[in-house]
């Protein structure tokens, strides 16, 4: 459980540290307000680890057999649309990796989104993160940035993000269902 709440407090410090780096307050003030709007006026989201699909031709169909596809997991986070319809979130999620052992992780998210349907939006994005993996570091935190993008109707979605990679390593889609409660 310390993992986990370290990665809560990490985050925004990280975000924080990159900021004042960069010697632009502006930018500072805008990830603060930012990350203070979702936190007070977002709605809460859940999360639900769905699969983990290990693309066909990177890897052997023995490596695939031995792969945990379906984790067991959960996640809770807090978005927030804006005007424009464009959707901001932080998260934490924890779930099996492929190797059946614990994940944990925690990030930023933003999202702009098509509404092909009265009740139905595609959506395109990033997620911003740091992740905590037993065979890095034995959970060493390290950051990573990855596309996202989203089919949903209403306040249900699916998401997926690509892990890219090369022979025998990566190439993953991870899937993973969300709910918004709220307004």
């Known amino acids: 459980m310390t993992t986990i709440s370290g990665f809560i407090v990490a985050l925004p410090l990280a975000v924080f540290a990159i900021a004042a780096a960069a010697d632009d307050?502006?930018?500072?003030d805008?990830?603060?307000?930012r990350l203070t709007d979702i936190y007070r006026t977002g709605n809460t989201e859940f999360y639900l680890p769905l699969h983990t699909h290990h693309l066909r031709a990177a890897y052997s169909r023995e490596k695939i057999d031995s792969f945990q596809e379906n984790p067991i997991g959960i996640g809770i986070g807090r978005g927030l649309y804006d005007g424009d319809g464009d959707w901001y979130g932080i998260y934490a999620m924890g779930f099996q990796d492929s190797h059946f052992t614990p994940l944990w992780m925690t990030g930023y998210g933003y999202q702009t989104f098509w509404h092909p349907g009265e009740k139905w939006k595609l959506g395109l994005g990033y997620t911003a993160f740091l992740m905590a993996r037993s065979e890095t570091g034995h959970y060493t935190p390290f950051p990573g940035i990855l596309p996202v993008a989203s089919v949903g109707y209403r306040k249900l979605s699916v998401e997926?993000?690509?892990?890219p990679?090369?022979?025998?390593?990566?190439?993953?889609?991870?899937?993973?269902?969300?709910?918004?409660?709220?307004?």
Do not use: A, M
Not at 25 to 28: D, T
Not at 30 to 33: F, I, K, Q, V
Not at 160 to 163: A, H, R
Not at 165 to 183: C, L, R, S, T
């Open 25 to 28: 307050s502006s930018w500072l």
């Open 30 to 33: 805008r990830t603060e307000n």
């Open 160 to 163: 997926t993000s690509l892990i």
């Open 165 to 183: 990679g090369g022979k025998g390593y990566g190439n993953i889609f991870f899937f993973w269902g969300k709910y918004e409660f709220g307004e």
